[in-house]
């Protein structure tokens, strides 16, 4: 399957970069470029894109606002949305998974990581670095809906359900909560697959922000859990 990307970026010097790397790849075709956020909008209404790869900082509409009415227009026939920032722009990173982002990457990374970032975003899955996603949510929680909310959807979770949840709100991988609950990988992405579904998430980085909207984890506390705590 040939994954359609759409850039958008003001400089077009990074733009012309970032279409280069993708256009070398056999299943990557570059298929839009708009030069800020509204103008992604208008082009992202007339052509169809997998993955969105959106910088944040950009004139007339930066790629928050734009991540945010590109998900409420396209319900869930939203391409997904990877969204790229510098270490002085957390606070616009960890909005923009809010708005619905299905992750974020520094704008430095090699190529080959973006590529790869691509293809698990394209996949269905989030690209969530542990140590920076962290960082964020310890820094950003409280701005979470003004704090810890009842949700009545996590009910529907068994307790090794919510386990699961509790480490993926850490950060952790599926092959590190397989070994902390010595269970098989596969058998954890089966149930990371129940929770999403069960809590109408669209992937793991949802799941992490609920978790702290929920306050199953707090800021400080997410190193000290361990499943049934």
């Known amino acids: 399957m040939t994954i359609r990307v759409v850039i958008v ?17 056999d299943d990557m075709e570059v298929v839009g470029e708009a030069i800020d956020g509204a103008d992604a909008l208008r082009v992202l209404a007339r052509t169809e894109a997998d993955v969105v790869v959106m910088d944040i900082r950009m004139p007339t509409m930066d790629g928050v606002e734009a991540t945010r009415r590109l998900c409420q227009a396209a319900g869930g026939r939203c391409p997904r949305v990877l969204v790229l920032t510098t270490f002085d722009t957390e606070a616009d990173a960890f909005a923009a998974l809010q708005a619905g982002a299905s992750g974020f990457l520094l704008k430095n990374v090699p190529p080959e990581e973006l590529l790869a970032a691509i293809r698990v975003v394209a996949s269905g899955d989030a690209v969530v670095a542990p140590g920076i996603t ?89 190193d000290l859990l361990r499943p049934g705590s």
């Open 134 to 222: 962290r960082r964020l949510l310890d820094r950003f929680a409280g701005q979470l809906s003004g704090g810890p909310r009842t949700d009545p959807r996590l009910d529907q979770l068994t307790e090794r359900e919510r386990d699961v949840l509790l480490l993926v709100a850490q950060g952790l991988s599926n092959a590190e909560i397989g070994a902390r609950l010595h269970v098989a990988e596969a058998t954890v992405k089966t149930h990371i697959g129940k929770i999403l579904g069960k809590l109408g998430l669209r992937d793991r980085v949802q799941a992490v922000v609920l978790a702290y909207e929920t306050g199953l984890v707090t800021p400080g506390t997410a």
């Open 9 to 25: 970026d003001d400089q077009a010097l990074v733009r012309a970069g970032f279409k280069m790397v993708l256009g070398s790849q």
